[in-house]
């Protein structure tokens, strides 16, 4: 199966009417890896895409894996994931490593980090 | 085809990666930047616990080019496609692993992709060392720290300081030999890179009063 590349053959319209064409504001709170919860079920009339997310996100699940299951680019993942978190239908996990803001350059992670990422390899 | 947002498509469980625990609550990155064709994939494949899963982003600038035949300004999208794998570490840490394509454009949204990351990955092939030039150089710019993993082809071989003459690698950087198809050679690597950051020199900080 041939699977369609994410925002590539979207046509701009039905990206934003997911969005109701709001941009990124609020939305860079999460990071490709911080992890969605679940905080309810999806109800009735919710956009498909919001009960979407509910259901593959009872476990812990990575924005940038929802954007894959969605075949949508992470910046639209974004948006409907801070809709949801507003309403408080999701709690989001974000990454413990030392994480500066989108532009500050590279930090050091931190040490005990480090040091369970190789006791996590090591026991593959 | 069918959708994967529609009511039933969301629910397809014979579909879906094995769910993450519950306890799961810290995410981590590691990206492996590399040319075209040099086995990001398939090392992703080969250390993951999930079949690689591709997404996409999209950074629209508006009003960057303007559009010679209508004179209006119009937008233009950078557009960057990355493979990624996942490696549960415990009951709290999980491993994503990004393949991303080393080319110009990419460098764009490494802030707004890849802040964050642990660290980076180079992977070459020995045969076509200097696509490797532009992604070592961004590298350095941002100063994210990095090793070079030679991928094997089972072309000639070449000794580590042909490839780090060729590669004008700063001494400090790791650079390994792996076989990406290698799940132990692959996972070498990323405990490699582990290791290097470990002993990355720490950022000058002030020390605390006392």
């Known amino acids: 199966m041939s699977r369609r590349r994410p925002g590539r053959d979207d046509s701009p319209d039905r990206l934003y009417t997911l969005t109701g064409g709001r941009s990124s504001s609020g939305s860079d709170v999460f990071d490709l890896v911080t992890l969605i919860v679940a905080e309810c079920d999806p109800v009735p009339g919710m956009q498909s895409e919001h009960a979407a997310i509910l259901r593959m996100s009872r476990f812990p699940t990575a924005v940038v894996e929802i954007a894959a299951e969605l075949e949508l680019p992470v910046s639209i993942v974004r948006i409907l994931l801070a809709d949801l978190l507003g309403t408080g239908r999701i709690s989001a996990r974000h990454p413990r490593t030392a994480h500066g803001s989108a532009h500050s350059s590279y930090r050091l992670p931190d040490p005990d980090i480090l040091e369970q990422v190789l006791v996590g390899l090591r026991n593959l | ?210």
């Open chain 2, 1 to 210: 085809m069918d959708s994967a947002i529609s009511e039933q498509g969301a629910d397809r469980p014979d579909d879906r990666p094995p769910a993450l625990r519950s306890t799961a609550d810290n995410g981590l990155k590691i990206v492996i930047v590399g040319g075209f064709g040099v086995g990001k994939t398939t090392m992703v494949r080969s250390v993951s616990e999930i079949r690689p899963l591709n997404t996409e982003e999209t950074m629209t600038k508006a009003g960057e080019a303007v559009d010679d035949t209508a004179g209006v300004a119009t937008k233009t999208a950078t557009t960057v496609a990355f493979d990624f794998g996942r490696i549960t570490l415990d009951a709290h840490n999980v491993l994503y692993l990004f393949g991303a394509p080393g080319q110009e454009r990419f460098w764009f949204l490494w802030d707004r992709l890849f802040s964050g990351t642990l660290g980076a990955v180079v992977l070459v092939d020995t045969r076509r060392l200097a696509d490797s030039w532009y992604a070592i150089d961004r590298l350095e710019h941002h100063g994210t720290p990095f090793v070079v993993a030679c991928n094997d082809f089972g072309g000639p071989a070449h000794t580590p300081e042909q490839v780090r003459e060729a590669l004008d690698l700063p001494e400090g950087v790791p650079l390994v030999f792996c076989d990406a198809r290698s799940r132990e050679s692959s996972k070498d690597v990323l405990i490699s890179l582990i290791q290097h950051l470990q002993a990355y020199p720490a950022p000058l900080t002030p020390e605390p009063a006392p």
